[in-house]
């Protein structure tokens, strides 16, 4: 896919040092070149960063993903907005394909911070006027963004891979009922029942799945899990024992963010009945830490088409994770 009709002066492209492959390829899809930015580090550990281009009113697009380290990143990238806004860019878009501090989205403890509201706050004030991002953790999080904010989703990259496979006796299952509305949409999309799991969570590494609820499981061999994000894999592990014992032989799991923390992915790939792992390019996994299970989609082609339909004033509309 290129869009040759962008005309390359009008705009600027640069990644912060968290992606910069999957920045490059949604500016090839783009048919623009994908500007230098240096990264360096003062002695007292202080960033130093400086965009190789001009952005004197153009519109500017940063791509950045809060992965690890996260804290990092993420002072990449308000510098980065700021250097952009001070420069007199005319639009400064702030490409964020995994926002980590969504899990942070309520005060369900004492003295604890509401952080992806703090996080939405600095991106404003470092002056990002648009906020393009994949599949935020949860709905709350769209309207902690003062500014204008499209939150895509790697439905149509997932549907586009499965649509080749046989999923007769498929059943989709969510892990919990936090995340069955997006896995109701996934599971209607390919023609498919729906369940999920009925999940008490312990502490960061630890959860219980007491159960399933919504379709019966029994009598299906085959699972489709479906997440937003995996870290440690601890739930997708549960929710894996669960269906076993139901009798599910056959396994996949698709999550959007595949962030795969403290042996995560390993964890996973060490049960036999998950034959394929499925995540996206949202967060940059590096060669040498891919297992044989594993199978990367890049979402480079959505944020393109949407970097592209909001160039010429086009809806968006059905590339959001509220569309069907």
């Known amino acids: 896919m290129s869009h040759t009709s962008i005309p390359p002066q009008e705009v600027r492209f640069f990644s912060g040092s968290s992606n910069r492959p999957l920045a490059e390829n949604i500016a090839s899809a783009l048919g623009v070149p994908l ?14 960063i400086q965009l190789g281009a001009t952005v004197r009113y153009r519109r500017v697009y940063i791509v950045q993903s809060l992965s690890q380290p996260v804290n990092d990143h993420l002072m990449e990238l308000l510098m980065m907005l700021d250097i952009a806004r001070g420069a007199a860019a005319s639009e ?7 926002y980590s501090f969504g899990r942070s989205d309520k005060k369900d403890a004492a003295r604890i911070s ?3 509201r703090l996080v939405a706050d600095l991106i404003k004030t470092a002056g990002a006027t648009h906020v393009m991002s994949m599949m935020f953790h949860s709905p709350q999080v769209h309207g ?3 500014m204008p904010t499209d939150p895509l989703s790697a439905r149509p990259v997932f549907r ?5 496979r046989n999923l007769n006796d498929c059943i989709v299952v969510a892990p919990d009922m936090g ?5 109701a949409r996934f599971a209607k999309s390919l023609q498919l029942p729906i369940a999920a799991g009925n999940k008490e969570r312990i502490s960061d590494t630890q959860v219980r799945i007491s159960g399933l609820v919504g379709n019966q499981v029994r009598g299906h061999k085959r699972a489709l899990i479906y997440d937003d994000e995996i870290a440690t894999g601890g739930s997708i592990a549960e929710l894996s024992r669960v269906l076993i014992e ?7 799991v698709v999550c959007t963010h595949g962030v795969f923390t403290r042996g995560g992915l390993e964890r996973l790939a060490e049960i036999p009945q998950i034959n394929e792992i499925i995540t996206t390019d949202t967060v940059y996994i590096p060669p040498e830490r891919r297992h044989p299970k594993l199978k990367i989609l890049s979402v480079a082609p959505v944020f393109a088409h949407a970097i592209y339909n909001n160039l010429h004033h086009e809806s968006i509309n059905e590339l959001f994770v509220f569309g069907e």
């Open 35 to 48: 500007d230098e930015t240096h990264i360096t580090r003062f002695s007292n550990d202080n960033l130093y």
């Open 92 to 98: 400064v878009h702030a490409i964020i394909p995994y």
């Open 114 to 116: 509401i952080t992806a």
């Open 144 to 146: 902690f963004f003062a």
């Open 160 to 164: 586009e891979y499965l649509s080749t």
């Open 179 to 183: 995340s069955a509305k997006s896995a």
């Open 246 to 252: 139901e009798g599910v032989e056959d396994i996949t």
